[in-house]
């Protein structure tokens, strides 16, 4: 079974910062874009960041110029470094692969809650 553990999410206030980290099994990590993906409550999960096996990145604009998604392919590990943080980022974070359908079984995800 592939699995994505994702970890380093919390509570932070206005204008903090967090960097998640995905561990993802071997079998595609290396091959494909893999992506950030989040879901607020009452809404739908959504991809905010992705980076291709070769390190070029996208963004979605509502987080352009405060996050950062890096990849290392040696340790099959993603991560995304949040800065500025805004209420309106608070969601589980989730990654997998940029891909319709995603490759991974979806893991746990981890909670963002930006609040003061």
């Known amino acids: 079974q592939e699995q994505l553990v994702e970890s380093g999410g919390g509570l932070v206030q206005p204008g903090g910062s967090l960097r998640l980290s995905c561990a993802a099994s071997?079998?595609?990590?290396?091959?494909?874009?893999m992506g950030w993906y989040r879901q607020a409550p009452g809404k739908q999960r959504e991809l905010v960041a992705a980076?291709?096996?070769?390190?070029?990145?996208s963004y979605t604009d509502s987080v352009k110029g405060r996050f950062t998604i890096s990849r290392d392919n040696a340790k099959n590990t993603m991560y995304l470094q949040m800065n500025s943080l805004k209420p309106e980022d608070t969601a589980v974070y989730y990654c997998?692969?940029?891909?319709?359908?995603?490759?991974?079984?979806w893991g746990q995800g981890t909670q963002v809650t930006v609040s003061s």
């Open positions: 980076i291709t096996s070769g390190g070029t990145t």
């Open positions: 071997r079998r595609f990590f290396n091959i494909y874009t």
């Open positions: 997998n692969t940029k891909t319709d359908p995603v490759l991974y079984y």
